[in-house]
């Protein structure tokens, strides 16, 4: 069936210093890819996301690229601030359904 | 416009007791989601409902777990007999009447059998 690997946390840096959350999926089809973030004590909130191959979704200085050639969809940001410091989860929904399949989340903090 | 709400945000339930979660959706949804979080884990699916009707319920436990989303009035989650296991957040989604559009989270319960 369908799934979600990414990188495992927890992801410690300094502000200002670059992130890369690694992210690979399984999925027949052409499946929707998404990127959630979720605050301590919060529900989850849309980060971003990519509908077809090469999208590229930007949200908030985080970027990510539907890659279908690699089954990938790393989260990118080129200077990370104190307030994304959060879990990121990875997800996708599949052409024909209308759950979604999370990854299970990597969690990042961020140094002043 | 008010997002997705859930209540209660915190329930505390001893083993054997029922528990009942409550989902609101957006406005002009009709398609609602519920997922679980187990601590340290992500999200799995549960259930699907649209008014009056369960969709995919593939996610589901086999017994004690149900859902409805009557035609008036929020979705419930309802939980029998509770046991530690089940100590997890509940979230619910919901998105709008084609059923594939961006689903919306709520706040999620967090549920604690003692």
């Known amino acids: 069936g369908d799934s979600v690997t990414q990188m495992e946390g927890p992801v410690t840096l300094s502000e200002e210093a670059f992130l890369t959350i690694n992210c690979t999926y399984t999925a027949t089809g052409y499946p929707s890819l998404f990127w959630y973030v979720q605050y301590p004590g919060e529900g989850l909130q849309l980060l971003l996301k990519a509908t077809k191959a090469d999208d590229k979704g930007s949200n908030k200085g985080f970027e990510a690229t539907y890659r279908k050639e690699t089954t990938s969809f790393h989260l990118e940001k080129g200077s990370v601030q104190v307030s994304d410091s959060a ?13 979604i399949i999370f990854g299970s989340g990597t969690r990042l903090s961020i140094r002043p | ?19 009942r979660l409550r989902c609101s959706p957006m406005k002009g949804h009709s398609h609602v989601y519920w997922y679980r979080q187990l601590p340290e884990e992500g999200l799995k699916f549960m259930v699907y ?65 003692l």
């Open chain 2, 49 to 113: 409902l649209q008014k009056e009707n369960i969709i995919d319920e593939s996610g589901m436990p086999k017994e004690r777990f149900s859902a409805e989303f009557p035609k008036e009035g929020p979705s419930i989650l309802r939980i029998q007999q509770v046991v530690r296991g089940d100590s997890a957040a509940y979230f619910c989604a919901s998105s709008s009447p084609t059923g594939r559009d961006e689903q919306f989270f709520g706040p999620g319960t967090r549920l604690t059998v």
């Open chain 1, 87 to 99: 879990v990121y989860f990875c997800a996708l929904r599949g052409s024909s359904a209308s759950k």
């Open chain 2, 1 to 19: 416009n008010a997002g997705v709400m859930q209540n209660p945000r915190h329930l505390v339930r001893r083993r054997g007791q029922e528990a």
